[in-house]
């Protein structure tokens, strides 16, 4: 019987009302000794517990965490497949721009907390006029005075959806992976942005700009990169800057990268999938609206300059689909690196193990992220 089935989830629900309608009458006849009380407390606790694995089990059937019974043993081969389509991803780079002159750095205000590593913006952007929050993970060597006329490279980080800024520091273990790929030299130091995504809050926005409502697009592609700009020591050019998101988030780290190639080297999708997928109103009502974001069709029509790491699983239905026609539609110069997690589900733990990865690919692939290059080094 299959671990996301129908049969499964209506077994559990039938076995939990029966235990609940069976345990209230057993309760009701057992006599009022220690040994009943015993009874009517085993009783309690075998009906508390059936209902949580059922309530569990509706939620992974409607969110495909974990999509077979070898998924959740973790008897599954995790062996993930990688295959690029389109151009070659280091072809896309020009020559990486020299570093901002020191008088500029010199000129940056001070941060809101000046000694810790996480910082905290609240931003009302100029061009959307959005308001909201921005959460920077900063490298560990940041304030470090030898390190005072050194740029970073950016990977600017999407949350799912529903999710915040803060989620990438700890829901797929953001700043462990970080850390990690920076300490074993597999990606340069590196200053992790995560913006608010929903306007207002809880609103599943898909990151676009809608008609006659929220900006989202020109909040992430242009306000958020020029607060960072303006308050950090970063990279300006796009080989030094990149997307990154999981679920909903990766959608709209394809969107940014794809759409905007002039801000954006490169994007890492992790669960993602190709089209807006509005979980209430539709936003986007004409075909002209729908098309300017479909991921697959601008591949197919623009080519943008780009490279995209895309993660999926065949036993992902949420993003299976969308991914692999991203890896379809890519034509030269458009680089997609499709990485295929066979038997795993939908969820964070998975996305954490393979955004190690997309560390690896872009300390390899992408010239602002690799250790000793431009960006790696002070000017």
């Given at each position: 019987?299959?671990?996301?089935?129908?049969?499964?989830?209506?077994?559990?629900?039938?076995?939990?009302?029966?235990?609940?309608?069976?345990?209230?009458?057993?309760?009701?006849?057992?006599?009022?000794?220690?040994?009943?009380?015993?009874?009517?407390?085993?009783?309690?606790?075998?009906?508390?517990?059936?209902?949580?694995?059922?309530?569990?089990?509706?939620?992974?059937?409607?969110?495909?965490?974990?999509?077979?019974?070898?998924?959740?043993?973790?008897?599954?081969?995790?062996?993930?497949?990688?295959?690029?389509?389109?151009?070659?991803a280091?072809?896309?780079?020009?020559?990486?721009?020299a570093?901002?002159?020191?008088?500029?750095?010199?000129?940056?205000?001070?941060?809101p907390?000046?000694?810790?590593?996480v910082?905290?913006f609240?931003?009302?952007g100029?061009?959307?006029?959005?308001?909201?929050?921005?959460?920077?993970?900063?490298?560990?060597?940041?304030?470090?005075?030898?390190?005072?006329?050194?740029?970073?490279?950016?990977?600017?980080?999407?949350?799912?959806?529903?999710?915040?800024p803060?989620q990438?520091?700890?829901?797929?273990?953001?700043?462990?992976?970080?850390?990690?790929?920076?300490?074993?030299?597999?990606?340069?130091?590196?200053?992790?942005?995560?913006?608010?995504?929903?306007?207002?809050?809880g609103t599943?926005?898909?990151?676009?700009?809608?008609?006659?409502?929220?900006?989202?697009?020109?909040?992430?592609t242009?306000?958020?990169?020029?607060?960072?700009?303006?308050?950090?020591?970063?990279?300006?050019?796009?080989?030094?800057?990149?997307?990154?998101?999981?679920?909903?988030?990766?959608?709209?780290?394809?969107?940014?990268?794809?759409?905007?190639?002039?801000?954006?080297?490169?994007?890492?999708?992790?669960?993602g999938?190709?089209?807006?997928?509005?979980?209430?109103?539709h936003?986007?009502?004409?075909?002209?609206?729908?098309d300017?974001y479909?991921?697959?069709?601008?591949?197919?029509?623009?080519?943008?300059p780009?490279?995209?790491?895309?993660?999926?699983?065949?036993?992902?239905?949420?993003?299976?689909?969308?991914?692999?026609?991203?890896?379809?539609?890519?034509?030269?110069?458009?680089?997609?690196?499709?990485?295929?997690?066979?038997?795993?589900?939908?969820?964070?733990?998975?996305?954490?193990?393979?955004?190690?990865?997309?560390?690896?690919?872009l300390?390899?692939?992408?010239?602002?992220?690799?250790?000793?290059?431009?960006?790696?080094?002070?000017?």
């Open positions: 019987m299959e671990l996301t089935g129908g049969p499964f989830v209506a077994l559990a629900i039938t076995v939990t009302t029966v235990a609940l309608i069976t345990g209230a009458i057993l309760t009701g006849r057992t006599r009022r000794t220690v040994w009943g009380a015993v009874q009517r407390a085993l009783a309690m606790v075998l009906v508390a517990v059936l209902a949580v694995l059922s309530v569990a089990i509706v939620l992974n059937a409607q969110n495909q965490w974990y999509v077979d019974w070898g998924d959740l043993a973790g008897t599954n081969d995790p062996t993930a497949h990688a295959t690029t389509t389109g151009g070659s280091g072809a896309i780079y020009g020559a990486t721009p570093p901002r002159p020191s008088a500029s750095r010199a000129s940056l205000p001070p941060l907390s000046p000694n810790d590593r910082q905290t609240q931003v009302t100029r061009r959307s006029g959005l308001t909201g929050r921005v959460v920077v993970l900063l490298p560990e060597d940041y304030a470090a005075p030898a390190q005072a006329r050194r740029d970073y490279p950016v990977v600017m980080t999407m949350h799912g959806y529903p999710g915040s803060d990438w520091l700890d829901a797929p273990q953001g700043r462990e992976r970080i850390d990690a790929a920076v300490t074993r030299g597999k990606v340069a130091p590196l200053v992790m942005v995560s913006p608010q995504l929903d306007f207002p809050k599943d926005s898909e990151r676009v700009n809608a008609p006659g409502g929220a900006q989202v697009e020109t909040w992430l242009q306000d958020v990169p020029e607060l960072v700009r303006s308050r950090l020591r970063v990279r300006t050019d796009r080989a030094s800057w990149a997307s990154a998101g999981f679920s909903a988030g990766g959608y709209c780290a394809a969107m940014v990268a794809v759409r905007h190639p002039q801000t954006f080297g490169a994007g890492v999708v992790l669960g999938y190709g089209r807006p997928t509005f979980s209430g109103r936003v986007l009502r004409t075909q002209q609206q729908k300017a479909d991921l697959p069709h601008l591949l197919t029509t623009t080519r943008p780009v490279a995209l790491w895309v993660q999926t699983s065949d036993g992902d239905p949420v993003s299976y689909a969308g991914s692999t026609a991203l890896a379809a539609s890519a034509k030269a110069p458009t680089s997609v690196t499709l990485v295929m997690a066979p038997g795993t589900g939908h969820r964070t733990s998975v996305w954490s193990r393979h955004f190690a990865q997309a560390l690896e690919w300390g390899r692939t992408v010239p602002g992220f690799a250790v000793g290059g431009a960006a790696g080094r002070a000017a």
